[in-house]
């Protein structure tokens, strides 16, 4: 029993060097013309003498097929399975157009059942309020996520935050933009692009019933704690050097990778003298970037940078004294 594998083995290994061989030559085994391969049949045949070479090869291609003129259409199956939306994209749509299959306008009578169709159809895919309550969440998450220019990534771990928090019942007692909120900053920073709540919190929609102003940072930012709490997540401190890209992004200057340079350098000097603790990330990478400018004889003005980064040039200037000692006192 063992001979009969150790053959059928190397059966195998012989056959696969074969493959390999020909497939490197392309070359007939009898008179030596060009292999050609027919993908239909699954053969090797011979363009000269006809010899099949080889038949029944495993086709590698692709499993779609098309059954159009145009080869751009390829899709084998529909969007993927995403967290960002209430019932992961599995759900179908009646689409907006009022034609049929042939590309014929629809009379008025079918128009009228299509649209009752489509509404009902909506309404079926939140079937309780938990549903609704997801569907509402994660389009505000898709909106702030777009207003902040923040990538699908962080949508996506927003919204499992978020489902999350419903499954916990943790937004019992709390606006459900509120929660939302939380969840996009606490997926900004997992995801190491964060955002501040200066920055978050106009783009979104807290506010009280009336519609007056909208309420202050705090509320968010209990929110936040408290998902974090609940939910065990474990978020590290933000990195000032995470704000440096995005404030230098819109900021003209001669070289931009020098500056950034320079400006880790600064961090990195106020991190060893403990400066930066207890301040704000991006009041720490706005001065840095600002001392960064000055010390490589850049023309940058205070309210520039305090423009990019959102943050009052008073605060730029104090951060800025502070960190510049400490750049001195280790440079020197």
């Known amino acids: ?22 497939d490197a030559r392309q070359e007939c085994d009898e008179c030596g013309g060009d292999l050609k391969h027919d993908e ?22 692709p499993e779609w097929r098309s059954f159009n003129d145009s080869q751009d259409e390829k899709s084998r199956v529909g969007a993927p ?28 009578k079918k128009r009228a059942q299509v649209q009752r169709l489509r509404k009902w159809n909506k309404r079926f895919q939140t079937k309780d309020s938990k549903e609704r309550n997801l569907k509402h969440a994660l389009g505000e998450i898709k909106r702030m996520a ?14 499992v935050l978020y489902r ?26 997992q995801c190491n692009t ?8 106009p783009v979104s929609r807290i506010g009280d019933a009336s519609g007056n102003t909208h309420q202050s940072t705090s509320g968010v930012d209990r929110t936040y704690r408290y998902i974090m709490r609940e939910l065990n997540l474990k978020i590290k401190p933000t990195d000032p050097r995470d704000f440096l890209n995005r404030i230098l992004s819109d900021i003209d200057v001669d070289d931009k990778q020098k500056v950034r340079k320079k400006a880790e350098e600064i961090i990195a000097d106020a991190e060893e003298e403990n400066v930066h603790s207890g301040k704000s990330p991006v009041s720490l990478a706005a ?25 009052t040039t008073v605060t730029i200037r104090n951060r800025y004294q502070e960190m510049l000692q400490a750049y001195e006192e280790v440079e020197f």
Do not use: F
């Open 1 to 22: 029993m063992t001979s009969i594998r150790k053959q059928t083995k190397a059966n195998e290994e012989t056959g696969e060097k074969d493959t390999a061989t020909r």
């Open 40 to 61: 239909s049949d699954g053969e090797y045949v011979c363009t000269d003498c006809g010899l099949v070479v080889e038949e029944e090869t495993i086709d590698r291609g």
């Open 81 to 108: 399975v995403t967290n960002t939306m209430h019932d992961k994209g599995l759900s179908t749509q009646i689409g907006w157009q009022n034609k049929d299959s042939h590309g014929n306008r629809l009379s008025s």
């Open 146 to 159: 777009s207003a902040l220019g923040l990538s699908e990534q962080v949508e996506e771990t927003a919204s």
């Open 164 to 189: 999350r928090c419903l499954d916990e019942d943790l937004i019992r007692g709390r606006s459900v933009e509120g929660v939302a909120t939380a969840c996009l900053y606490a997926a900004s920073r």
């Open 194 to 201: 964060p955002r501040s709540l200066d920055e978050i919190y």
């Open 287 to 311: 001065a840095s970037i600002y001392g960064a400018t000055l010390l490589l004889n850049q023309k940058v003005t205070q309210k520039r940078i305090s423009k990019e980064a959102d943050v």
